[in-house]
């Protein structure tokens, strides 16, 4: 199985509300990321955890909250957004030995969209 | 600090016809090179990857780059488009070591006309 799959797939969202996205991979995979990617952008690196515990906080404002609560799931809180954050979130995983050490593999997103 | 940046926003090509999309990498230490493709409303897929070994890299779906080192280049290319390629296409760079986090070049959209 060589997929991260990532729910919702869509999510609308007022500035007030509490959500929460979540992004699995059964790889064995022990390093994942969080990307945000702006319509037309490239996606921009948020968060990495290695191991479960988080790497990299990409000076991310404090309403986006990152778990990974096991090594097979990560998640990203959300809370008292702006609507500017609306964008395709990017979830990717890493193998940290084997063949998958330099391949991220990305899900397939949630566009998420804040009123 | 490593980046890439890709020449042409737009590129269009007939169907048939040979694909170049061009990636031009800065980096202090030797870096690993990726190509990801991202057709509408999806996630990105890996075509291909650089990481220090055979300088040509062949990938999926006819794709292939070469790493060009006095060049500091990493361009893309296939021989015979194909309607389904249209597509986005991102160049990546990473490190090869730590996190191994993506930073991306801004992309080109790949049309091709019949």
């Known amino acids: 199985d060589t997929e991260v799959t990532q729910t919702p797939k869509h999510l609308v969202m007022g500035m007030t509300n509490k959500k929460s996205l979540k992004c699995e991979q059964h790889?064995?995979?022990?390093?994942m990321y969080w990307y945000k990617q702006k319509a037309k952008k490239p996606p921009e690196l948020m968060f990495v955890?290695?191991?479960?515990?988080?790497?990299i906080n990409e000076s991310v404002p404090s309403r986006f909250s990152p778990e990974c609560p096991n090594s097979s799931l990560l998640n990203l809180h959300l809370h008292a957004l702006q609507p500017e954050d609306s964008a395709l979130y990017l979830c990717?995983?890493?193998?940290?030995?084997?063949?998958?050490?330099?391949?991220?593999?990305f899900g397939p997103g949630t566009r998420l969209t804040v009123l | 600090a490593q980046s890439v940046t890709q020449l042409g926003s737009h590129v269009s090509v007939s169907e048939g016809a040979l694909v170049l999309l061009r990636c031009n990498y800065s980096?202090?230490?030797?870096?690993?090179l990726f190509w990801y493709v991202q057709y509408p409303n999806q996630g990105l897929q890996l075509l291909l990857k650089?990481?220090?070994?055979?300088?040509l890299v062949k990938g999926i779906n006819g794709f292939e780059a070469e790493f060009k080192k006095s060049e500091t280049s990493f361009h893309l290319t296939k021989p015979s488009a194909h309607m389904s390629d249209a597509a986005e296409y991102f160049c990546?760079?990473?490190?090869?070591?730590?996190?191994?986090?993506?930073?991306f070049g801004s992309g080109t959209r790949l049309q091709v006309q019949p």
């Open positions: 980096s202090s230490v030797p870096p690993y």
């Open positions: 955890y290695s191991y479960e515990k988080l790497s």
């Open positions: 650089y990481t220090s070994a055979a300088t």
């Open positions: 990717a995983s890493r193998g940290l030995s084997g063949s998958s050490y330099n391949e991220q593999f």
């Open positions: 990546a760079v990473s490190r090869a070591t730590g996190r191994r986090a993506l930073t």
């Open positions: 790889m064995g995979h022990r390093a």
